[in-house]
């Protein structure tokens, strides 16, 4: 009579069917192999894990550039004419793809751990590949076309470097498990001694990572500076339609110190706010005006200016996911915004006595203004009424004959010129994007008392770290988010990081060790447990996971006839007893 195998070994052998299946669709017994990974899956191994860091890589990059998913959307727009929100499918794909590799590291992975061969499906094998393909074609496209946002990857690792090494110290921690248990099971010494050094590597360099490891966060709490400066970057765009007086009404409820807008010259002489060169996209000139809405905007006069809608575009396109949230009373404000001029700008923000920084943008050649708009701002900003250390005025053009009509404007450049240059052109601030000015360089231009502002900075680890590093005022599309931050999200002194260091690196190395030393002893006892005397074939049998079908079977005959002429068992017996069933064709080569 055949002996019933127990439940553990029928839910044993069901887990295995489905991790062979799902990986390579080996669902049957006999299709599974413990035999040696061939050359040609292991290069597959190696494209797998190649394709899985690439994707880490690019996923991160993707959920650090959170921070710039309007400026990516506002560039597809130039280039297409059309606004649309093109991080949703960027998302969507990068998110499905990420998972489904990572799904298949985890498997392969589980193949190592329990010894069984590596052999991917031809489905997967395509998946990969085209998940390969992919990616590699978005990073020439990002380094073609946004490459100044690859700078956002350095500037995130200051804020989450200490985190991600601690990440991946657990990882690597708990990979031990699986390293330990191929060195103690390989035959080879070769096998074992690279497979351990290789490992031991990793697990060194993780551990002195913390040297490169460099971040303003890390610091002394009593040298944080104060808060930086909000200034509302178009007002309060996630809230209400860009450059509108709603949208900068909407910043100054938001505690803002300044307001930040880009200036166009009307066809009459007006300066009116305005980011793109036409009208499309944020008003409804091709309702009012469609023969003329692609073209500049500054060939508009004020009054058909005015007349414009530039409020409905945002209920409709909703560019920050916002409006649903919005009451109804919110929404008929929105939609009967019109475009406002520079001068009602400068007025409101006299009446909060709030600074106003503002992007000049010089008409086309043949504008009636063409030669004149320099003047034409600073006629404005008299008539406003404003103080003139109210104003940042950014525009290179005649800053000497700015500076004898209106001396008291802050002079400011949105070029990086060092210290002395700054002070000898009469310049006292910088506007400049977040990724051209590191820590040291704020440093040095604070000592040299030149303020910085730095755009835009919507994310909070991004404020946190610019506010770590010393920055006096940043520009932002998000005050309504900053608001939230009245402390960097994290910061520690250096000796409270180095006891955090110190401390992970010395749990990760005695639990290293703990687990080297648990699986030898393991093995150990399990080698010899159950063994009525001393057989070497026994023993030699339940090494050799990785030894070939062939001869693990020629090993398993061994066995069975050496114990049943010392009269322990039957061969059935004997199969059950040392883990193997009598009628599973598992390993064996046909």
């Known amino acids: ?94 998110a499905a793809g990420f998972t489904y590799i990572a799904f298949l590291m985890i498997l392969a992975l589980c193949h190592i751990a329990v010894g069984q061969q590596l052999n991917l499906h031809w489905l997967h094998k395509i998946g990969v590949s085209t998940a390969l393909l992919t990616t590699a074609i978005g990073f020439i496209s990002v380094n073609q076309t946004w490459g100044e946002e690859w700078a956002v990857i350095p500037i995130s690792l200051q804020a989450t470097g200490p985190f991600l090494h601690l990440g991946a110290l657990v990882a690597v921690t708990a990979l031990a498990w699986l390293v330990a248990g191929q060195v103690a099971r390989a035959e080879k010494t070769r096998f074992q001694v690279v497979v351990l050094l290789l490992y031991l590597s990793v697990l060194l360099g993780l551990y002195m990572a913390p040297l490169s490891i460099t971040s303003p966060c890390i610091m002394d709490h009593a040298n944080l500076t104060p808060r930086p400066d909000v200034i509302g970057h178009q007002g309060a765009p996630m809230l209400a339609p860009e ?57 508009f006069n004020w009054t058909d200016l005015h007349s414009l809608n530039a409020g409905q575009w945002f209920l409709k396109d909703d560019p920050f996911w916002t409006v649903q949230s919005m009451a109804q009373r919110e929404v008929m404000l929105v939609g009967n915004q019109s475009v406002c001029s520079l001068e009602q700008l400068l007025r409101l923000a006299t009446l909060h006595n709030h600074t106003v920084v503002f992007s000049l943008r010089r008409p086309l050649h043949g504008h009636p203004c063409y030669h004149s708009w320099i003047n034409d701002t600073l006629e404005v900003i008299r008539q406003s009424g404003i103080p003139q250390h109210l104003v940042m005025w ?24 060092p210290p002395q240059v700054l002070h000898q052109q009469g310049i006292s ?160 080569s046909h």
């Open 429 to 588: 601030r910088l506007l400049l994007r977040y990724s051209q000015a590191s820590p040291y360089d704020i440093r040095e231009f604070s000592r040299s008392n030149v303020s910085v502002t730095l755009y835009t900075v919507n994310e909070p680890w991004l404020f946190s770290v610019l506010w770590c590093s010393g920055v006096s005022s940043v520009s932002s599309e998000a005050p309504n988010i900053l608001r939230k931050v009245p402390y960097p999200i994290w910061l520690m002194s250096p000796d409270e990081y180095c006891l955090i260091w110190v401390a992970a690196d010395l749990i990760s190395f005695t639990v290293v060790i703990g687990i080297f030393v648990f699986q030898n002893y393991h093995i150990i006892r399990w080698r010899l447990s159950g063994m009525h005397s001393y057989n070497p074939e026994q023993i030699m049998l339940s090494a050799a996971v990785r030894r070939s079908s062939r001869d693990l079977n020629i090993m398993k005959e061994k066995l069975i006839f050496s114990e049943v002429s010392n009269g322990v068992g039957s061969a059935e017996d004997m199969y059950m007893e040392n883990g193997f069933d009598y009628y599973n064709n598992e390993g064996i």
């Open 243 to 299: 450059n509108t007086i709603l949208s900068f009404q909407r910043a100054l409820q938001m505690n803002v110190s300044g307001l930040e807008a880009d200036v166009a010259i009307s066809l009459d002489g007006v300066p009116f706010l305005m980011r793109d060169r036409t009208l499309r996209r944020t008003t409804d000139v091709g309702k009012v005006f469609p023969a003329r809405q692609l073209d500049d905007a500054s060939s």
């Open 394 to 417: 950014t525009p290179d053009w005649d800053r000497g004959q700015v500076r004898q009509v209106a001396p008291g404007l802050q002079q400011t450049s949105v070029e990086k010129l």
């Open 1 to 94: 009579m055949v002996k019933h195998q127990p439940l553990q070994v029928y839910e044993r052998q069901l887990c295995l069917s489905c991790l062979t299946g799902i990986y390579g669709c080996r669902w049957k017994r006999y299709q599974r192999s413990h035999d040696d990974t061939t050359k040609w899956e292991f290069l597959w191994s190696l494209i797998l894990f190649f394709t899985f860091s690439l994707l880490l890589v690019w996923f991160y990059f993707w959920w650090e550039a959170h921070n710039d998913y309007n400026e990516f959307n506002w560039f597809l727009y130039n280039r297409s004419g059309e606004w649309i929100d093109g991080t949703v499918p960027i998302l969507a794909t990068t």
